[in-house]
């Protein structure tokens, strides 16, 4: 194996511990020595600007020349992690070596959630790249749940029968062993609890050369129901996968043929595997050109660069967030309790109409202790910064619930960060930092401290850091924090 780059293309915020366990996998499977210390994610500039690429340091192996992260936006199934090993940066013709789920959420929590919901987003790869090696990582924030609930299990067993790999949690292999036969995967659906009254249960049935498959996928007046939706898909590709060539038939769907589009990814998916909708017609499905491009455009990415800029170049560290498009993290408390936030503050009287009584929150909140600071960000394109500048005004209720009752020392700062256009200076005084599409780095007339000082070390990191003709390592990022700090 030649000594190439590690390519981690994402939707999601990169997190530390992730990279960490990807990055061991990755040298596990090849027999690779490697060491790793703390890791960092560093945002590369180049002549002051950003690159829109990070560099992982605190990883040392010989046959790894860089680790290197960029952003994507992918298709309506995208998994959360694409990784290349390669010189030059993938293009979508290439190959990846692993397609990487990450979920923080356990069965303790949500049994369709930790398992079907994300479960079509590997049939659906499958669609671009056959052979590509499957991962269900979990990266959990809280205990895992001693007893396993029986959805869980025969997800997780389907998981593994369509060749996905589980990382991140314990799994006894007497329980946890693929189905041998469609057979042994009908019989433990059929001892497994009903739904409840009112729903349609998931019932596996087969006569003769038929297997029949029951499953809501009516929501909102269109195809949209996720966990049937992923409960369904994977039901139907392990059945595929171990040799059913009969018809596969899905009923009890409350679909009406005006909700069947070409270009919906779970009639892809009926398509990839020659699935049937009762009583409808499945139109055949054009395969997109590309599962993924380079993000551009997106808010997050001025949110996900001032999250990684503090966490590196400060003491300063997220206490929640939610950047646009990726997992919505728990807010954690002084003591490092992960708390998932509440979707509205008086459920009853949202159910029954009133809209006002959602909970309006952050798309990241960060954390000053140095001085005692609290800072809501909501994130926009440049374009929307109006929209945004507005929202600051709805934060009211998460500060009250949370902020205030975990942090009653702290005042509370809230700021606007953006992306895009080519602007060089913002004059709305509630913006605190713009990433303009050049990649320059300007902070607002009053951003918050604890972003001055990121910048700046982030910058005096890569001048001063090491000599001009090379990139930086990991011993002078450490030498030139030090002695910003002295």
Known sequence: MGKKN?????????KREVIAQILTKFATDNKLSCFIDTIRILPILENGRFSFLYEVVGFRCNQIEKVLIKSVSGSSSFVDFLIFYQEKQPTQIDTPLYAIEETKTDDKESRNTGVYQRASKFVFIDYYYPNIKKIMLYNLKVKQKETPTATYIFGTRLLLTIGVEILGKKLDEQIYKPFRSVDEIIALKEVMRSAPKGNVPIQISKVKDVIVVSGKLIKSDSLSHDPSIGALSIICSAIRKLGWQGELVITQHGLKQSHIQAGNKFIKIANMLDVKIIGLTIPPSKKQDTYWNYETEGE?????FIHSVVENFTKGHSIFENHAGCEKGYFMTKDGEPIPLEKYYDRDAYKLGDKTKIISIPDLILIDFGRDEIINIEGKKYKFRQNGIEELKNFDEIENSYVKKYYPKFKIIRTVVLYGSEESKVVEIEVGFLL????????GINAPKLFQEAIKNLID??????????????????????????
Request: glycine letters at 6%; hydrophobic letters at 40%.
């Open 461 to 486: 990191f890569w001048i001063h850091g090491s000599d001009r003709t090379k990139k930086p390592s990991f011993w002078d990022f450490i030498k030139s924090i030090f002695q910003l700090k002295k």
């Open 436 to 443: 303009n599409e050049k990649g320059d780095l300007i902070l």
């Open 6 to 14: 590690l390519w981690i293309l994402t939707e999601e915020r990169p």
């Open 300 to 304: 997050k990415l001025g949110t996900i």
